[in-house]
T-cell receptor, first 116, second 112 residues
């Protein structure tokens, strides 16, 4: 398996523009997570899905952020409109979740977002 | 999930064992200890986890005290590629959501 795939790897955009980050989880995993990492706040969980259904979005900073998982092999994190304070590295991770299965999370390489 | 306390940084010599401590004095009986690491510019990577018995895999060993209030991650022969931030996390295994809450971690620098 190629692991968790994220695209783009780098994104530079201007304030006010819409940004869409993409993630393909490891095949067979039923949990998908979106994290954000900044120097000030470290690694933060934004939202996670189980079987394509959002379970906990309490970490989503505000209404400008939205995430979807239309099928088991694809998820998006959208920021509209983007602001300079959204600049961060965004990680996607996936894991199994059934009782008795390994539950360690596998992380993608991240998307480095810069909003100017 | 229980809170963990780790030293912010530590150095170790290449080829020597690196012993990374973690305090989790409020850990509950059903919470596991997990270790992840993050090499610069990469996503976090799972290392090992345990409940109360010592654990070993190809990457590291995990020693958990009998009262489970602290643990030590051991990298038996540290290499330069082990330079990373190491995170100790305690959580209930298999709980709804499998959430990970990352603290500040320990920044480990392996020196030649």
């Amino acid at each position: 398996d190629a692991g968790v795939i994220q695209s783009p790897r780098h994104e530079v955009t201007e304030m006010g523009q819409e940004v869409t980050l993409r993630c393909k989880p490891i095949s067979g995993h039923d949990y998908l997570f979106w994290y954000r990492q900044t120097m000030m706040r470290g690694l933060e969980l934004l939202i996670y899905f189980n079987n394509n259904v959002p379970i906990d979005d309490s970490g989503m900073p505000e209404d400008r952020f939205s995430a979807k998982m239309p099928n088991a092999s694809f998820s998006t994190l959208k920021i509209q409109p983007s602001e300079p304070r959204d600049s961060a590295v965004y990680f996607c991770a996936s894991s199994w979740g059934l009782a008795g299965t390994p539950d360690e999370q596998y992380f993608g390489p991240g998307t480095r977002l810069t909003v100017t | 999930d229980a809170k963990t306390t780790q030293p912010p940084s530590m150095d170790c010599a290449e080829g020597r064992a690196a012993n990374l401590p973690c305090n989790h004095s409020t850990i509950s009986g059903n919470e596991y200890v997990y270790w992840y690491r993050q090499i610069h510019s990469q996503g976090p990577q799972y290392i090992i986890h345990g409940l109360k018995n010592n654990e070993t895999n190809e990457m590291a060993s995990l020693i958990i005290t009998e009262d489970r209030k602290s643990s030590t991650l051991i990298l038996p022969h540290a290499t330069l590629r082990d330079t990373a931030v190491y995170y100790c996390i305690v959580r209930v295994r298999g709980a709804a959501g499998n959430k990970l809450t990352f603290g500040g971690g320990t920044r480990v620098l392996v020196k030649p």
